[in-house]
């Protein structure tokens, strides 16, 4: 086995091990890609200033995320279909996560239930849900969610409606998968993945197959995802999600300092900044360039996260010193996840809190707290795009 030095390497791992379709699913962006690419393109607009002689020693990364202890700020975003890119994939990677101590979030477009996930681990994780016009469907899962001990949910409110991606039309992605030529010579060339998924009983949407009213066989599920998005959502209808709940609540998708205040006005605990990592608007900046704007409206009454195209702990640093409290990784674990399963998603940490901690050092921090903008050097280009240029 080579040595895994950094997510680029488990990416290429990944890629060789898991069906093209499910590859492409997840290694794609809406459109042209454009805010899929400066995602991760823009945090080189940032660099870090390099101090000497600073005592390093006893550092630490933990810190504390929606009041939750986490070895490092750092959680795993919802990524639906993640048990299409390896068997049981949810289990393995909440259970990665616990194992690090940081935060999982399940999405509910998983293929392993809540249930299976609670089951399956011992510490409480997140759950992902979409604005889904179904009351009785909401409220079910609101409830599984705490039969399972869930301590927070994350209300994604980025996709009322779904941006393209042109890759899934082609490949005709679904799960499990349209057994076609094309996909099946895609198949047997993905052994490994293969055997595992034959082993596997979930293969299927374990939070909605069986749940949702007609939707008995994945087969319907198309129609149903189609029906089921609510394209009507406004804040009002957030706050009576939120209010459904109860409980602690994360607002994920927020790239607008007016957004971000509505956010505030509805009671949310935190928001993740985020563009569904180039997935919904393409064209819309950067998640970390939507960054500071967004920490000088809210900043002070409110808990602010950030994800998209973070890939290493230098990105988790940048976006901490600029303001984040927490970050998410989405496909970065999922290369892991893909290449070697859950020790795969442990090295994917592993890297990024090597990174981030030896970094942090560098900079002369010991401490997440002691990060701030002085160890950021700035590009003038990072604040070019402005409201009404
Ligand atoms: C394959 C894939 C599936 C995703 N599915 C969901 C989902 O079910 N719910 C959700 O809120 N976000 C979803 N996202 C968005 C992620 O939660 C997160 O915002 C994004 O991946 C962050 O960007 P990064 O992948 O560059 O880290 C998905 C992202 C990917 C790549």
């Known amino acids: 086995m080579p040595p895994i030095t950094e997510i680029e390497d488990l990416r290429r791992i990944y890629k060789r091990r898991v069906p093209r379709m499910f590859y492409d699913y997840c290694e794609s962006g809406s459109w042209t890609e454009q805010t899929f690419r400066e ?8 660099r870090l200033r390099q101090r000497v002689a600073v005592d390093m020693a006893g550092r630490s990364t933990a810190t504390r995320m929606i009041g939750q202890d986490v070895a490092m700020p750092v959680a795993l975003a919802p990524v639906g279909l993640t048990g299409m890119q390896h068997a049981d994939g949810e289990i393995l990677a909440a259970r990665a996560a616990e194992a690090f101590g940081v935060p999982f979030t399940l999405s ?10 609670a089951e399956h681990t011992t510490e409480p994780f997140w759950f992902q849900v979409y604005t889904l016009k179904d009351d009785d469907f909401m409220r079910r899962l609101f409830e599984r969610a705490r039969d399972a001990g869930c301590s927070a949910i994350v209300i994604t409110v980025d996709l009322q409606i779904m941006g393209q991606r042109h890759k899934d039309i082609r490949n005709g992605l679904s799960a499990p998968p349209k057994l076609t030529a094309k996909s099946l010579a895609d198949m047997a060339t993905r052994v490994g993945w293969g055997l595992e998924m034959l082993r596997t009983k979930r293969r299927s949407f374990g939070n909605i197959v069986g749940h949702a009213k007609g939707v008995s066989d994945p087969s319907s599920l198309a129609s149903w995802t189609a029906e089921a998005f609510d394209p009507s959502l406004t804040w009002d209808r957030i706050g009576k999600l939120m209010e459904m709940w109860g409980g602690k609540v994360i607002l994920k998708g927020i790239l607008d300092a007016d957004d971000a205040r509505m956010a505030v006005k509805v009671g949310a605990d935190a928001i993740v ?25 809210v900043g002070g009454e409110i808990e602010v996260h950030l994800d998209g195209g973070i890939r290493s702990g230098q990105d ?25 399963g859950q020790r795969g998603v442990t090295e994917a940490l592993e890297v990024i809190h090597k990174e981030l901690d030896t970094s942090m050092a560098l900079c002369g921090r010991k401490r997440i707290e002691d990060v701030d903008r002085d160890i950021l050097l700035v590009d003038d280009d990072f604040h070019r795009f402005r409201r009404n240029a």
């Open 39 to 46: 995602n991760s393109s823009d945090f080189d607009l940032l």
């Open 108 to 117: 509910t477009m998983s293929i392993c239930s809540i249930e299976d996930v």
């Open 273 to 297: 900044v985020s563009n569904h990592g180039g997935r919904q608007l393409d064209g819309a900046i950067s998640s970390i360039r939507a960054l500071p704007e967004i920490m000088d409206a």
């Open 316 to 340: 988790v640093l940048k976006a901490v010193a600029l303001g984040a409290k927490g970050t998410y990784i989405g496909r970065a674990f999922v290369y892991g996840l893909g290449a070697r």
